[in-house]
């Protein structure tokens, strides 16, 4: 009977386990309501084919199992997901070795003598998942690029926890193996389950408190980019006014200058053609009949000048409708900046900016711009190539957000043969938005 509970238990922590790992690597494509049932179905089937008895079977089973809810649950390739139950099962292996082997020489035991004791059977499976469960977390920590910020003064002492934990299920072991009373192991057993499963779920619930930091840290910064874009485009726009009115009055002054001097000086006359000609070109173009849209890809049009980026823009039919200009900067802002950030480091540099108004009320942005890798992505999000990790994504999200807001879209997609990425948003008119 201890043995059913032992292998039972075992399994269920295992799962516990496994989706801990999965719910911080991948995103979840279901609510807990459908994965929680699945990662249950998946324990019953392992331990099922555990009663087989055949060790082999058994890692064969895990690695089967978990890939497949991985694939089912989250957002994962069929790669990932089995290199990802392949590293899980190799740390769930090196945990049993390592309590199994160290339980021997601790206790000076025999493995075989081990494992005929359903009470120590027991005992190494509860310090083995708990084992298996810090390796896990260890890992997560190391590989889900989680922001270093992130490890904060509250997450070492933490590791406090299951050290004592450990330590505890060691003293209670001894007191029962010294003292020979079943109730005291029962005692034992049961306070040893819960201190394992305490262990996951405080340190689940600090990586849910981590995670949650994280994206109020990044919700704060994109509040902030979007308050110091409607400050700086604001600046901008009376810059451009007074620009114009300046470019103005020379180009008049120089013009008069011009007819003051024909057929008394034709060097001085041509001088000052060729100076009023230069101030013609300083002055800003109108690509559309949107002065946000024009002020953006003017600016654009100057990055892309200076980085050696070969920009060509078609908007004269923007037409925004109703939506509010910061909502039109942050998200052409955005568009453009990933576009440059990726078109930069690129062999054929370019940048191809479109914007096209349909009758139905429905405008439709579009970016193709040169990039030599595809860009790598984390949780439907970019990852940009700033030290600040807090940085990534946060471009993105804001675009979504804007695309939703009014009913629209955003897709992205990747050509390897062309070594071209576009950037595709739909915005319907603001009458039809979902508010």
């Keep these: 009977m ?143 690029k989680a922001d270093c910020a992130g490890i904060n003064r509250f997450s070492l002492p933490l590791a406090i926890l299951p050290v004592s934990s450990v330590l505890i299920i060691d003293y209670s072991f001894r007191l029962c193996v010294r003292y020979q009373t079943e109730s ?79 057929g008394v000086n034709p060097e001085i006359e041509g001088y000052v053609k060729s100076l009023a000609d230069d101030f013609e070109i300083f002055n800003p173009v109108e690509y559309s009949k949107n002065q946000i849209v024009n002020l953006i890809t003017n600016r654009y049009y100057s990055i892309c000048r200076e980085r050696g980026i070969t920009f060509v823009a078609d908007v004269s039919e923007a037409d925004f409708g109703l939506m509010e200009e910061y909502e039109i900067t942050a998200l052409l802002e955005n568009l453009l900046e990933n576009a440059v950030e990726a078109a930069s480091p690129s062999k054929e540099k370019f940048i191809d900016f479109s914007i096209v108004t349909r009758n139905i009320g429905f405008t439709m942005i579009k970016i193709i711009n040169s990039s030599d890798r595809e860009p790598k992505m984390q949780n439907g999000l970019f990852l940009t190539n700033k030290s600040d990790s807090l940085y990534h994504g946060i471009g993105t999200k804001s675009v979504r957000r804007i695309a939703e807001k009014y009913n629209g879209s955003y897709e992205t997609s990747y050509n390897e043969k062309n070594k071209t990425f576009t950037s595709l948003v739909g915005i319907a008119d603001k009458d039809k938005a979902i508010r």
Excluded: W
């Excluded at 082997?101 to 005929?116: D, E, Q």
């Excluded at 192991?185 to 262990?199: D, Q, R, W």
């Design 184 to 262: 005291l192991f029962k005692i034992a057993l049961t306070e040893s389950v819960m201190l394992l499963f305490t262990n996951i779920v405080v340190y689940y619930i600090h990586e849910l408190s981590l995670r949650l930091q994280a994206e109020n840290s990044r919700m704060f910064l994109e509040k902030q980019k979007r308050e110091c874009d409607i400050s700086y485009f604001d600046l901008l726009k009376k810059q451009n006014e007074n620009s114009k009115l300046l470019i103005h009055d020379i180009t008049k002054h120089l013009n008069t200058i011009m007819l003051l001097s024909r």
């Design 2 to 144: 201890i043995s059913s509970v032992c292998y039972a238990l075992v399994f269920a922590v295992e799962s516990f386990i496994s989706f801990y790992y999965f719910d911080f690597v991948f995103e979840r494509k279901f609510s807990l309501r459908i994965i929680a049932p699945c990662f249950a179905v998946s324990a019953l089937i392992q331990y099922a084919v555990s009663l087989a008895g055949v060790p082999t079977l058994n890692a064969l089973g895990f690695l089967v199992c978990n890939c497949l809810i991985c694939c089912i649950c989250c957002k994962s390739r069929i790669k990932s997901a089995l290199f990802s139950c392949f590293v899980l099962m190799l740390l769930m292996i090196a945990s049993e070795l390592i309590v199994i082997y160290g339980f021997s020489v601790i206790y000076n035991t025999t493995v075989s003598a081990n494992i005929k004791n359903e009470y120590v059977l027991l005992y190494q499976s509860i310090i083995t998942k708990l084992f298996y469960f810090i390796l896990v977390h260890l890992l997560i920590r190391i590989s889900s």
